[in-house]
């Protein structure tokens, strides 16, 4: 069914509007022709008896409303699968970028992608060493995950994103594979994680999809899902590990910002539309463990939220959908501190079922409840001895502020390809916390009192001090 | 099979369609050559708008829409416990074994079995009068749970036959009946209810028995009732779906069913694998046996998650009428308002507040009232608690949901942010939160669990609000200018929210039996009158704030409750140490005096 129709009623933004077309489909592909013969991807967004209305993902420009024709393909978008993308560089919209030609063979697939059935997940339990202790102690990353990384510009998401990747004990593995989908990346981050995604030899494992910054904005909307359905065929037709870094959402959500206002939709919190939540959820959601099947899907989205606003729509739609966040830190940052890991209103919803006796160690839980909590404290004392002096304060909150400045210069900060062993990171804790009053260590049990905490390390004599 | 209209254009999941003038409203219908199931939501003339729950993508303009004849409705009957279903009610167990991992569309498949077998017990005999709501069979459903087969609400009459006892399948007819007009009227064993309406019942009773939780803060300080309502609203990982989860596992409910709606596929996920194996705490059998779960996830279309709410309630209010007391938590109803948002906003409905539709109110409260302790209309009691969750963007609870929500419940779970980031969870805030119930389900209490439930709770709270007002100047000047008595409320009140209201849901503190948490706060408040008394006989607080006991104190919820007397020898050190710590005083202070 591929009928060819000359000449649209108007263009307007990135849309071409034709009349009623019989049999046109909702969501179909369509190929838009220019009248020099060049050619260009569009997809149906609605359809009526009167008025068809095709977005083209390339843009409008230089299309005439009399030498356009559009060419209905009867699909909706797709993509050409097989084992051979590996190691290869596509553009935001599927087109080969190197010299490889195009993926024969395999299979083709509509990037939308079925919701998995939830009885059709195995939950996610399998530890994934990072080698970075904040995140193995505090926000264990778990195979299967979303977690993605809440940044600000100019902070180094880059750079963490590219150690979890490489240092992830699932690297080894030879079933292990990155997708890399850049959403309006400069061309400096692209070449950045290419360059370090394949030292080392990894490069063979590496599939990237990018759409830069200077690339049309409506393209944006494809890139994640191609990225998406490419990560699914590895992991579930070919039992592969598979990590997708997915950068930048918010360029991705002002894609579709756009896209919503150009249709005149009506639209909800800072103009984004009312359905970026259930948007979002269709690219976050498409990760996870099959019951019936080998391989996984991680996702690690990375954003940077507008003016560090954590409760910007685009970070806040995200953290509801998502399984935790690791949010970055400028004031780590400023001092310097790498990776500037904010753990406080960091989280990993999954790292419960998949820390302690027979995955990480026995002691992790109860351990990392407590470093929460101490730090947590850590921050109202700096506050207090803002206002009366570091010198008034008590022996327990002297003894807080000593922990803060360890734990962040000690157990925060590492080098950016320093790999630390899950036990190392573990031990670093409980030394941390000897040095506190057990007063303060509420979120131990007793018997980890008596296990970890050695008598007599300065935390007797401090009176209990009564704080939240 | 009836008329068949045409598609006149497609927008995400609405549709319009013409040749509908023989429709009716809230019409079911199946739309386009892949026959995916929608909604009629508004006739205009010969043209229909239809809501789809199924993703549309690929619909074209010309196809048909065939109506079923029917409103959206749900299968009732055995089968339903232990089962998962989508927003419309379609077996996601059955979907997988049919069609694999991934959800596909146009599927048709029965709600319910209409083959399992079950064994029947027949209530009744040949020439019974029965009528509507009244158990005619029963049906050992799961080993926890009876199933009782009722009359249709609305059938009565005379049992003409009805299933010997025995193994029958669950398409067959348990009763046949002669009505007053000398109709025959049937009792099926699976029976179908449309599920935008809410079930009859005979009268509504005041909720005055609590629906113990397990959970200290919840039972302890702000409790809901047997047949009340409760909206937990909360940022985004305060712990609103951990605390369902809990309230799931270990209320004491006959009847757990659990939305999932617009929320995340593994934490169904996580309820179908863990609830198998986790045991009831009272009956020791496992929980799933008792459990309905309704999974529409955050990537499933937006109408069938609208849909959902309502599949969960008329589940709920089945299991009701056969007398039972129904727990129902849906995860999150914030993605229910956001689907009727973004319906509304497709047929361009002129929005009221922040997008949402004018109406939002009104179908706030008709949800919340289906929920409530009644007798039924076979005479017994039967009750719905429901536990809202609320997803309040930005975490800011004045927005339109959380505060029309806030209109129909009466039990106010707050979650706050400052909390969860210091890993304090349940984040649940003490000054933030409300229990209108508290008077209600007091008299059960203090027969119950402890005569002096009320004035601990009292108590509790007073000492935390107070604590509220002095942290605020701890944060201005340090602790160490403040009297003795104030670091006292400071001190227990942090006992109280270290050793008392927080509670791990992951570790062997998930459940707490109702006794053993007054037991605790008992202990805490007793220890505060005591050394206040103390205090203000001129005793100073560092030895009593040194004492190895309070360590004791602030862990002894690790303790189980099987050993109560554990919990008797602390309190029995604690006064005794204290004693002491009063007659070193004395003496000293005797010394001292004979020095001077
Ligand atoms: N009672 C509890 N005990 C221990 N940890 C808890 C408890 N409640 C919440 N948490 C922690 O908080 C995390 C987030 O909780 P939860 O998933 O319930 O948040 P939520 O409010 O449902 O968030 P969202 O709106 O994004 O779904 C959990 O993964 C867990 O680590
Ligand atoms: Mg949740």
Redesign the interface.
């Known amino acids: 069914m591929s009928t060819e129709y000359v000449g649209v009623n108007s263009i307007s933004g990135p849309f071409l509007m034709l009349g009623?077309?019989?049999?046109?489909?909702?969501?179909?592909i369509v190929e838009v022709r220019s009248q020099d013969g060049t050619s260009r991807t569009g997809r149906v967004v609605?359809?009526?008896?009167k008025a068809t209305l095709v977005q083209v993902f390339a843009g409008t420009e230089g299309l005439s409303p009399a030498g356009t024709s559009v060419r209905f393909t009867g699909r909706?978008l797709e993509i050409a699968l097989s084992p051979a993308m590996l190691g290869r560089t596509f553009s935001g919209l599927g087109e080969p970028l190197d010299d490889c030609g195009p993926v024969l063979g395999g299979v083709r697939r509509?990037v939308?992608g079925?919701?998995?059935?939830?009885?059709?997940?195995?939950?996610?339990r399998d530890f994934i060493s990072t080698g970075v202790s904040s995140i193995d102690v505090l926000l264990t990353l778990i195979r299967g995950q979303k977690l993605p990384i809440f940044s600000g510009n100019g902070l180094p998401h880059n750079a963490l994103a590219v150690q979890i990747a490489t240092q992830s004990k699932l690297a080894g593995a030879e079933n292990f594979a990155v997708v890399f989908a850049g959403i309006g990346i400069k061309h400096d981050d692209a070449a950045y994680f290419r360059d370090r995604l394949t030292a080392g030899g990894h490069g063979g494992n590496l599939v990237l999809f990018l759409n830069l910054a200077d690339d049309p904005p409506v393209e944006r909307i494809a890139t994640p899902r191609l990225a998406l359905t490419t990560a699914e065929y590895l992991a579930?037709d070919l039992g592969m590990h598979v990590l997708v870094i997915m950068t930048d959402m918010t360029s991705y959500c002002e894609a579709l910002r756009e896209l919503s206002v150009a249709k005149g939709?009506?639209?909800?919190?800072k103009g984004y539309p009312?359905?970026l939540?259930?948007d979002l959820?269709?690219l976050y959601?498409?990760a996870?463990v099959?019951?019936?099947?080998r391989g996984s899907v991680t996702q690690i989205p990375i954003l940077t939220m507008p003016n560090d606003d954590i409760?910007h729509?685009i970070p806040?739609?995200t953290?509801?959908?998502t399984?935790?966040?690791i949010v970055l830190s400028r004031d780590l940052e400023a001092r310097r501190i790498y990776p500037p890991v904010e753990i406080?209103?960091s989280?990993s919803?999954?790292m419960?079922?998949g820390i302690g006796k027979g995955y990480t160690r026995d002691d992790h839980?109860n351990l990392a409840?407590q470093l929460?909590?101490s730090y947590?404290?850590v921050h109202?004392v700096r506050?207090?001895a803002s206002?009366?002096g570091a010198d008034?304060?008590?022996k327990a909150?002297q003894a807080s502020l000593a922990f803060g400045d360890a734990f962040e210069r000690g157990f925060l900060s590492q080098g950016a390809a320093e790999n630390r062993e899950i036990g190392q990171s573990l031990d670093m804790g409980w030394e941390l916390l000897s040095k506190l009053p057990?007063?303060e260590l509420?979120?131990l049990?007793?018997e980890d009192l008596e296990r970890f905490i050695k008598k007599g390390s300065g935390a007797d004599d401090a009176?209990?001090?009564?704080?939240? | 099979m009836r008329a068949a209209g045409r598609i006149v254009s497609v927008n995400g999941p609405v549709l319009r369609a013409s040749g509908m003038r023989e429709f009716s409203m809230r019409e079911m219908v199946h739309a386009g050559k892949l026959s995916l199931l929608g909604e009629i939501i508004r006739l205009d003339g010969d043209e229909a708008v239809i809501q789809v729950f199924e993703e549309t993508a690929g619909l074209r303009t010309g196809e048909p829409v065939v109506g079923a004849g029917a409103p959206l409705s749900m299968s009732l009957g055995p089968g339903l416990l232990g089962s998962i279903f989508d927003g419309i009610g379609r077996p996601l167990r059955k979907l997988l074994e049919k069609e694999g991992s991934f959800v596909s569309r146009g599927v048709n498949i029965p709600q319910l079995d209409p083959d399992a077998s079950w064994d029947v017990t027949p209530l009744g005999k040949v020439g019974d009068v029965v009528t509507g709501g009244t158990p005619i069979a029963t049906v050992r459903e799961t080993s926890l749970v009876e199933h009782r087969i009722l009359t249709p609400p609305g059938v009565e009459g005379e049992i003409l036959s009805i299933l010997p006892a025995g193994f029958h399948r669950g398409s067959e007819t348990v009763a046949r009946l002669r009505d007053g007009r000398g109709r025959e009227r049937v009792v099926p064993m699976i029976s179908s209810w449309p599920v935008r309406t809410a079930r009859p019942v005979a009268e509504r009773l005041l909720p005055d028995e609590p629906l113990l939780t397990g959970q200290r803060v919840i039972d302890g300080l702000f409790p809901l009732s047997k047949g009340g309502v409760s909206a937990i609203p909360g940022g985004f990982g305060t712990g609103k779906t951990v605390t369902q989860h809990q309230l799931a596992k270990w209320s004491d409910a006959h009847i757990v069913v659990y939305i999932g709606c617009g929320e995340r596929g593994n934490e169904m996920t996580q309820v179908l694998e863990e609830f198998p194996v986790l045991e009831d705490p009272r009956s020791g059998k496992p929980l799933m046996e008792r459990t309905v779960l309704i999974a529409n996830t955050s990537n499933m279309p937006v109408a069938a998650r609208e849909a959902s709410i309502y599949t969960g309630i008329t589940i709920a209010e089945y299991y009701r009428d056969m007398g039972y007391d129904v727990a129902l938590m849906a995860d999150s109803t914030s993605r229910w308002a956001e689907a009727l948002r973004e319906i509304s906003g497709r047929l361009g409905e002129i929005p009221a507040e922040e997008g949402f539709p004018a109406y939002l109110p009104t179908r706030i409260a008709e949800f919340y009232e289906r929920a409530g302790k009644v007798t039924t209309l076979g005479g017994t009691r039967g009750s719905i608690s429901i536990i809202g969750a609320v997803s309040p963007p930005g975490g800011d609870f004045t927005e339109p949901v959380t505060r029309h929500t806030k209109r129909f419940i009466r039990c106010f779970w707050a979650l706050d942010q400052q909390l969860a980031r210091s890993r304090h969870f349940p984040a649940i805030s003490w000054t933030d939160s409300y229990s209108e119930y508290g008077d209600e389900v007091k008299t059960w209490y203090e027969a119950n669990v402890d005569a002096a439930w009320t004035s601990l709770r009292d108590r509790a709270r007073a000492l935390l609000a107070e604590d509220d007002s002095i942290q605020q100047i701890i944060r201005l000047v340090g602790e160490d200018v403040l009297p003795d008595d104030q670091k006292l409320t400071a001190l227990t009140a942090s006992l109280l929210k270290n050793g008392y209201l927080q509670q791990g849901a992951f570790g062997p503190d998930s459940y707490c039996p109702p006794r053993k948490g007054i037991a605790i706060l008992d202990i805490m408040i007793g220890f505060h009158e005591r050394a206040k008394g103390m205090i203000a006989r001129g005793c100073p607080l560092s030895p009593l704030r040194k004492m190895d006991e309070l360590v004791e104190l602030a862990h002894l919820r690790e303790l189980p409750w099987d050993k109560p007397e554990a919990f008797d020898d602390l309190k029995r050190r604690l006064v005794k140490r204290m004693m002491e710590i009063d007659r070193e005083r004395l003496a000293t202070r005797a010394t001292g005096s004979v020095r001077l």
């Open positions: 009623g077309i019989p049999h046109a489909g909702y969501d179909e609605l359809v009526s008896e909706e509509p939308g079925a919701a998995i059935n939830p009885m059709g997940r195995e939950y996610p579930f939709e009506v639209p909800s919190r009312s359905y939540y259930s959820a269709s959601e498409r996870g099959l019951r019936n099947g409760t729509p806040d739609l953290g509801f959908i399984e935790g966040q406080l209103p989280l919803r999954l419960k079922d839980p409840g929460f909590a947590s404290r109202e506050a207090l206002v009366v008034e304060l008590g909150d057990v007063q509420s979120h049990s007793m009176g209990a001090q009564a704080r939240p």
